[in-house]
């Protein structure tokens, strides 16, 4: 069967969302704002195989994602596993969580094997906590915040909207020669899928808030409800490193003013750097979202 594998487009957006939904997962690639925003740097396309939705990469080899939807699993592994085959292709299946994994071995046990990468492991925390920053181990991030509210006493917090988007997109510009954008690939796809988000904010369904020090932009945030009903992603997160207490205030404003009705923040993963994985160890999250590469390993099906 020759899969026609498409573009993501922005009318495919309710389509996408659709099966997300009948998914229910926690993962932060469950949101189509982040499909489609990072589907260039990816070169990821999608289709309905069979009534299941499935992503292929080929940034450096050919993976699929887990296939989601009501359809027969087995039946569109067949047509998966073929496509390799007839590609020559080693099968690759990439961000499978371990439910996912666990319906694979129950259809085909022992003949997939699985690589967990704790760099794509997703930081889920409870909204509550991250509003209130109760506790001891939270002591720290409540004073940061007290800090940024004792130096700038005129701070306000505002929602993203058309008349404000300008600000942020200037602060992101400043942000990009701050931290080198320009001389690192994945700091410069990271800025561009940045842009984008807030030149598209609307089209693509995203919910942003930003904080303002002295008049001025200082941080923003940008994210989108996931496939679970009861969680909210946040794909993008902004701020001065030099204007203390930035980010735990805009982290902590964010969820209290637009994502407090969701039990759970997904705040994606840290890629393994290290003052990012300490930075979101930090608050505590209530669970990690495993993500692990799957490979086949024996011939056919």
Known sequence: MEINWKQIELSDRDLIQGYYRQAKSLNCE??????YLWAPHYDMRYAVIEGMLVFL????????????GQGDLRCVMDILQAYFQERQEAFCMHLVSSEQFARLEELYPGRFTIRYDRDVADYVYESEK???LS???LHSKRNHINKFKELHPDWAYEAITDEN???CLRMAQEWRVLNGCDDDEEKHAEFCVTLNALR?????GLTGGLLRAEGRVVAF????????????????EKAYADVQGAYPMINQQFVEHEAASY?????EEDTGAEGLRKAKQSYRPVMMVEKGIVTWQEKGL
């Open 263 to 267: 039990r759970y923040i997904n705040r």
């Open 130 to 132: 991250l509003i209130t």
């Open 221 to 236: 945030t940008l994210g989108e409800p996931g496939g679970s009903d009861d969680v909210f992603i946040v794909h993008i």
């Open 30 to 35: 469950s949101a189509f704002a982040n499909n």
């Open 165 to 167: 988007t300008p600000a």
């Open 200 to 204: 598209l904010r609307k089209e693509l």
């Open 57 to 68: 990469v080929r940034r450096e080899q050919a993976s699929v994602s887990f296939p989601l």
């Open 135 to 137: 506790g001891k181990k």
